[in-house]
């Protein structure tokens, strides 16, 4: 339990990859066939934490006898995420918010929504060669183009895409 906790509080002090450690220990010491909620608790934070460094966690975990309805909301979510759903994203958040409440991972997966956007933002990017910003925000369901101009900025300061913005033919 010691490790769970620890896992917790590094992940709420945006220490992913630490918080990922001690919960994949926490999950492998763990007993294996009793104490199942215990591991259900720690795989939702490990499921969270996962998205939270980029990687898309296995297929398996989601299908595991123990783990299948409790996992089923956090299996939506890693769908929205891997695909870059903004739309799906906000589905899943508006559906299963309470249980996310619930379970204390809300404020993290709320954290997620920049890696949905990051995860749009590349595959805009690497499907259209030149694109304006009305047309962004209206794939990413924004509000304005002037919030997907900055969004695209930002994407391509952090190296997500390889890209320039032309404010005068306000095309990406």
Excluded: C, W
Excluded at 29 to 42: D, E, H, L
Excluded at 88 to 99: A, D, H, I
Excluded at 141 to 161: N, Q, T
């Amino acid at each position: 339990r010691f490790l769970y906790y620890l896992g917790r509080i590094k992940s709420a002090r945006l220490e992913y990859s630490v918080a990922h450690k001690h919960l994949v220990q926490a999950m492998r010491k763990a007993p294996q066939n009793a104490a199942v909620g215990f591991r259900q608790t720690v795989q939702k934070f490990l499921i969270v934490v996962e998205l939270l460094l980029g990687d898309i966690p296995e297929r398996q975990i989601f299908r595991q006898a123990s783990m299948r309805r409790s996992l089923a909301p956090y299996f939506q979510l890693t769908q929205a995420v891997r695909m870059g759903n903004l739309q799906r994203f906000g589905e899943v958040l508006e559906n299963f918010g309470p249980q996310f409440r619930q379970d204390h991972t809300f404020t993290l997966i709320l954290r997620l929504r920049h890696n949905v956007i990051k995860t749009a933002i590349r595959a805009i990017g690497l499907s259209y060669s030149r694109i304006s910003p009305q047309d962004i925000a209206r794939k990413l369901g924004l509000d304005s183009a002037e919030d997907a101009e900055f969004i695209v900025a930002k994407a391509i300061r952090d190296g997500v895409i390889e890209a320039t913005l032309d404010p005068q033919g306000s095309y990406v």
